[in-house]
């Protein structure tokens, strides 16, 4: 009411305790939000990943800390050009096909760099691309995702959508600097498979609920239509 600010003022008279368990309180009771925090983590530990392990394992140290700089610019560009792009593709051809790209983009340059050690720059100035526009994915719709699947509930799902990527940031920092470097990919592909798992999850149901609830409305008209 108010265009909203009832609603405004009625949060902010709340304590940041009270915000904190409305923020848990979401995340407990709704299935979605469930199962589309693991993809949200993500979307802070690939970050996090290629700030804090690909720059130093691939660029730092086999190449040279001037050409960190110069990997950046790639990667950022890749992110920047894509973040434009990917919102019209996804009008084409739809939001699957869009995230499966981005995580396909992900588990390829992780399987490589698991099994291969490049030996010129511009392999891996096209990792920095292909990683850069998977993160252009992830930073840009899983945003609109939450928009269109908490509709009405948008509040506390944006507080659990930068509460669980800063999660993923933290995460990525910690285990670069705790675990050796190929089992944190490991983890890492595993951790990708269960976000698009949870992700796939979330479609599916979506797809099927309202299949199922039209054809649970035509069976209840069908009996009431026999008595």
Same mark, same amino acid.
């Given at each position: ?179 050796? &470097? ?9 951790? &990708? ?35």
């Amino acid at each position: 009411s108010n265009y909203g600010e009832d609603e405004r003022r009625e949060q902010e008279g709340k304590s940041g305790i009270q915000l904190l368990m409305a923020t848990f309180s979401h995340f407990i009771n709704n299935k979605y939000q469930m199962l589309i925090t693991p993809l949200t983590i993500w979307s802070g530990i690939e970050q996090g990943w290629f700030g804090a392990s690909f720059t130093v394992a691939y660029i730092k140290c086999p190449i040279g800390i001037q050409y960190i700089g110069y990997f950046i610019i790639v990667y950022a560009s890749a992110d920047a050009f894509c973040s434009v792009t990917f919102g019209y593709l996804l009008k084409k051809i739809g939001r699957v096909p869009v995230f499966t790209m981005a995580a396909v983009l992900n588990l390829v340059v992780i399987f490589i760099l698991l099994e291969w050690t490049p030996t010129t720059h511009s392999y891996l100035y096209l990792f920095a691309v292909m990683w850069g526009m998977a993160d252009a994915v992830w930073q840009t719709q899983i945003n609109a995702f939450y928009g269109v699947i908490f509709v009405g509930n948008e509040e506390p799902a944006f507080a659990n959508y930068r509460l669980w990527e800063s999660i993923g940031f933290l995460a990525a920092y910690l285990l670069s600097n705790n675990l050796q &470097l190929k089992v944190f990919m490991y983890l890492m592909l595993a951790w &990708l498979l269960a976000s698009y798992i949870g992700y796939t999850v979330i479609e599916v149901y979506d797809q099927c609920m309202p299949a199922i609830d039209i054809k649970a409305t035509d069976d209840k008209l069908t009996r009431d239509g026999d008595k």
